[in-house]
């Protein structure tokens, strides 16, 4: 309903720049409190403890709601094909689509792990089992297309390397330096990233820098802050505002 009446709407809000091609508008990102996200050793720790996980393991993380569209089956495959059994592949959610959990776990040396959905409140503390998040979708998929999923930003707060294949509003971020370009090859990417982890794992930084730079509550805030005026005094349309949200942030 609101993207076939865009044009009557007094301000336009999207959350990403794709969208933003195309409707205008302010870029408001999928935020997340950056006071509740806190990486560190010990959180890990605790947490692969509680959730029973190894802690001599590589975890690969699946986190959110499992759809066809968002490639676990092929996750699965990935790390199947590298013949390693010092990687686990957790997926804490619900898996939405009926028999999607069985073709999951059909996948042969792929040691998996379901945990039940998780509360909102304890984000940050499962990602913080992860080494690795892989969003994996169908880049053929309208979805794909013009959707930027969330998890990405719980990632990006933890620190977490990030592999994925490039959408269109995952773009920038490879651009940046804050996410792995599968390129097409998901289990050559993951393999490439567990041989040289620990320079990726350095990266770490970089990656919380774009969280706190573009993707908090507290600057999402203040950005539709400023929608919601601009929209009292008549000045944001349909071809208002469009910015590149990265442009003032160093990529290389």
């Known amino acids: 309903m ?12 999207v959350s990403n720049e794709e969208l933003q091609n195309r409707y205008g508008g302010e870029v408001i990102y999928h935020a997340r409190d950056h006071r509740k996200f806190h990486p560190s050793k010990q959180l890990t ?4 403890q509680n959730f029973g996980i190894p802690l001599n393991k590589r975890v690969v993380l699946f986190f959110g709601t499992g759809r066809k569209h ?8 990935a790390i199947a094909s590298l013949e390693r059994d010092d990687i686990v592949f957790v997926l804490a959610g619900d898996m939405h689509e009926p028999g999607l959990a069985d073709q999951i776990k059909t996948v042969s040396n792929c040691q998996c792990v379901f945990l039940e959905m ?5 984000i940050a503390s499962v ?35 990030v592999i994925a294949e490039k959408t269109p509003p995952l773009n920038k971020f ?7 370009d599968s390129r097409g090859s998901l289990a050559d990417t ?16 970089m990656r919380r820098k774009i969280f ?40 290389q």
């Open 212 to 251: 706190l730079k573009f993707l908090t509550t507290e600057v999402n805030a203040k950005k539709l802050e400023r929608v919601v005026k601009e929209s009292a005094n008549g000045s944001v349309g349909f071809e208002a505002n469009i910015t590149n949200s990265f442009g003032d942030f160093p990529f």
């Open 174 to 180: 490879i651009q940046a330096g804050v996410v792995v």
């Open 70 to 77: 968002k490639g676990l089956v092929d996750v699965a495959q």
């Open 2 to 13: 609101a993207v076939g009446l865009v044009h009557e709407f007094d301000g336009i809000t």
């Open 127 to 161: 990602v913080a089992i992860a080494d690795i998040c892989i969003l994996s979708q169908d880049v053929k998929s309208p979805i794909s297309e013009f959707q930027l999923p969330a998890k990405l930003t719980d990632a990006l707060a933890m620190g977490i390397v």
């Open 45 to 48: 720790k605790n947490s692969r």
């Open 118 to 122: 998780q509360h909102f409140d304890d």
């Open 190 to 205: 993951l393999k490439d990233v567990l041989d040289h982890f620990e320079a990726h794992h350095q990266e770490a930084s």
